[in-house]
């Protein structure tokens, strides 16, 4: 388990999302042409690789507070890597959304639902670049501990709440699938809260 753990860990897994990622979408392209449905299939494929790294982020420390063994602490130790990980894959779904704005809409967003409607991804992705560039040892001597801690805190409880959105605007489209994954969501803060009252309790 830790070989195979110790080759994706630290800068290689950025780069291996990344590769992994483009590839995908490459082939999906390359395979079934390009088309509105094509271009949502890969939106649709970087929105659960991108999920899949937030859920690994967003709960490394609680499962090390919880559990202490080799995964929690990997997790925990390439959290940062995780994360920008996270926000390559997103960038890699940004890039689909776009090109079904200007391939597909002409550029025009109300063919996407309208501001109103992108607003929560719209958050997820202002906190998403905020934490890229301040996830770096630099910004942390910059910002200082406690503020770095507190943008980083805010972002990552604020992207979960515009995904939770997400997932409920949606869940008519697929309730299995979208129920599962708003409840998955909801039991990662659950697990958050535990592991907080865990610490707390300590002292």
């Given at each position: 388990?830790?070989?195979?753990?110790?080759?994706?860990?630290?800068?290689?897994?950025?780069?291996?999302?990344?590769?992994?990622?483009?590839?995908?979408?490459?082939?999906?392209?390359?395979?079934?042409?390009?088309?509105?449905?094509?271009?949502?299939?890969?939106?649709?494929?970087?929105?659960?690789?991108?999920?899949?790294?937030?859920?690994?982020?967003?709960?490394?420390?609680?499962?090390?507070?919880?559990?202490?063994?080799?995964?929690?602490?990997?997790?925990?130790?390439?959290?940062?890597?995780?994360?920008?990980?996270?926000?390559v894959s997103h960038i890699i779904h940004l890039i689909n959304i776009l090109m079904l704005l200007f391939v597909i809409y002409n550029g025009d967003i109300?063919?996407?639902?309208?501001?109103?409607?992108?607003?929560?991804?719209?958050?997820?992705?202002?906190?998403?670049?905020?934490?890229?560039?301040?996830?770096?040892?630099?910004?942390?001597?910059?910002?200082?501990?406690?503020?770095?801690?507190?943008?980083?805190?805010?972002?990552?409880?604020?992207?979960?709440?515009?995904?939770?959105?997400?997932?409920?605007?949606?869940?008519?489209?697929?309730?299995?699938?979208?129920?599962?994954?708003?409840?998955?969501?909801?039991?990662?803060?659950?697990?958050?809260?535990?592991?907080?009252?865990?610490?707390?309790?300590?002292?």
């Amino acid at each position: 388990m830790m070989k195979a753990l110790s080759l994706v860990k630290g800068q290689r897994l950025i780069w291996y999302t990344l590769v992994v990622s483009g590839i995908l979408c490459s082939f999906v392209y390359f395979a079934y042409g390009l088309s509105e449905e094509t271009i949502r299939l890969n939106i649709r494929l970087t929105a659960r690789v991108s999920f899949l790294l937030f859920s690994f982020a967003f709960v490394a420390s609680s499962l090390l507070a919880i559990k202490k063994n080799e995964v929690t602490k990997f997790l925990l130790q390439n959290r940062r890597y995780i994360g920008l990980s996270f926000g390559v894959s997103h960038i890699i779904h940004l890039i689909n959304i776009l090109m079904l704005l200007f391939v597909i809409y002409n550029g025009d967003i109300n063919g996407l639902g309208g501001l109103k409607k992108l607003a929560p991804a719209i958050t997820v992705y202002v906190y998403i670049f905020l934490m890229m560039t301040t996830s770096n040892n630099f910004s942390v001597k910059l910002l200082g501990g406690k503020i770095w801690s507190w943008l980083h805190r805010l972002g990552m409880y604020s992207i979960a709440a515009a995904l939770g959105i997400g997932f409920y605007k949606v869940i008519d489209n697929d309730p299995l699938l979208y129920g599962f994954l708003l409840v998955l969501l909801i039991a990662q803060v659950a697990l958050r809260t535990y592991a907080w009252a865990l610490k707390l309790r300590s002292g």
